[in-house]
């Protein structure tokens, strides 16, 4: 009897393996109208124009001499004073629930500073080092989230500002 226990239980491996390798097969053809297909990724070209130098400008820092660079956050581009990061998302509500993540997750604030008819929300940093992070609505569900690390004293003033230039940039 121990032996057609065996025997049983290698079948039921190999039909699980069988279907398991059938249900990938599937899966990576694309034809499984449940799975969307990835969206188009983002270049370093793409990233030139979200992130231009007048930002760093109105944060007083000086960019490094790289250009924007493409990561699977968005559009990165560095200073010595810290980064800037710009990103394309949808889930406007459900962002904005969840934005503050400085302790745990959290509600972002209303952010009526970003511009005028602009729906926003933002975390920012209790200091002049931190990070400002902000969604701001644009059609639809699509939003744009900003997020500026400042590594180097920067006034609150001058990141408001800088946000509302990377908000105001149509992606």
């Known amino acids: 009897m121990p032996w057609q226990a065996d025997r049983v239980g290698t079948r039921v491996a190999a039909v699980a393996l069988l279907l398991g390798l059938a249900l990938s097969g599937a899966a990576c053809s694309g034809d499984d109208p449940g799975v969307a297909p ?3 990724p983002t270049s370093d070209a793409d990233c ?19 250009p924007p660079e493409a990561t699977v956050r968005g559009c990165h581009r560095e200073a010595q004073e810290g980064y800037v990061e710009v990103r394309d998302r949808t889930g406007y509500d459900k962002l904005c629930r969840t934005l503050d993540r400085s302790g745990g997750v959290g509600p972002g604030a209303p952010a009526d500073w970003v511009g005028d008819g602009v729906e926003a929300c933002a975390v920012e940093p209790a200091g002049d080092v931190g990070q400002t992070k902000v969604v701001a609505r644009r059609e639809g569900d699509d939003v744009t989230q900003v997020t500026v690390a ?19 940039i149509d992606p």
């Open 48 to 66: 030139a124009p979200r992130v231009p130098d007048p930002v760093f400008t109105a944060l007083g820092w000086t960019a490094t001499g790289e």
């Open 38 to 40: 990835a969206p188009d």
């Open 150 to 168: 400042v590594l180097t004293a920067t006034s609150q003033d001058r990141v408001r500002a800088a946000v509302r230039e990377l908000v105001a």
